[in-house]
């Protein structure tokens, strides 16, 4: 295996840019197919909007090259906030503690680079610990990493535009629902579930 001049493929430096949280790693081989294969790696919080504004343009990356390459994405957790509280706090409220006079600025900024996308940013809601998420997601690339890939779209979705609480365990169950992950419920009902592995990923 090689590093792959991404550079040659469309929106990459876009995605790189915009993903300021998200590490990430591509690589290439052969497969079945005579298209070069693009394994990327992404560390990154479900919380963090530019993780989530990367991730839309790595997306469109992939649709203007998909004739060329296949692509293989896998995400890994990442912590912005690990004493975050279990039981949510105030979003808006996070925010101003956390920036101060900034937060007004940065508000307006996503509210921006998300109308680009096509999305209205939401703050109203909660904000808090993103471990089950976490665990949600590495559970759901045991059942396939597109199906993993589309539960990231539809936690985020959820946070950032629906007013969407990403430790509440009905809307992780239903984002899982919607991507076809199953046994979600079961799986995040044992809190031991996914956290050595979580825990792990992110040291």
Same mark, same amino acid.
């Given at each position: 295996m090689r590093l792959v001049c991404l550079h040659r493929i469309p929106n990459f430096r876009t995605f790189q840019k915009d993903c #300021?949280?998200? #590490? !990430?790693?591509?690589?290439s081989a052969s497969n079945n197919t005579g298209k070069k294969l693009i394994r990327v790696d992404i560390s990154s919080d479900t919380v963090c909007p530019w993780c989530f504004v990367g991730k839309r343009n790595l997306d469109k990356a992939i649709?203007? !090259?998909n004739d060329k390459y296949d692509f293989e994405i896998r995400w890994h957790p990442f912590f912005l906030n690990p004493s975050a509280p279990k039981e949510g706090i105030d979003k808006i409220e996070y925010y101003r503690n956390k920036f101060g !006079?900034?937060?007004?600025?940065?508000? !307006?900024?996503?509210t921006q680079v998300f109308k680009g996308l096509g999305l209205e940013y939401n703050m109203s809601g909660l904000t808090g610990s993103t471990l089950d998420s976490h665990r949600l997601i590495y559970f759901a690339g045991l059942q396939g990493l597109d199906r993993q890939h589309n539960l990231v779209e539809e936690l985020c979705l959820g946070y950032f535009t629906q007013e969407k609480y990403i430790g509440d365990r009905e809307f992780l169950v239903e984002s899982a629902k919607k991507v076809a992950v199953e046994g979600a419920l079961e799986f995040l009902d044992d809190p031991n579930n996914g956290l050595n592995e979580v825990c792990f990923s992110n040291q």
């Open positions: #300021r949280y998200t #590490r !990430s790693m591509a690589l649709a203007l !090259s !006079s900034q937060a007004e600025q940065i508000h !307006s900024r996503m």
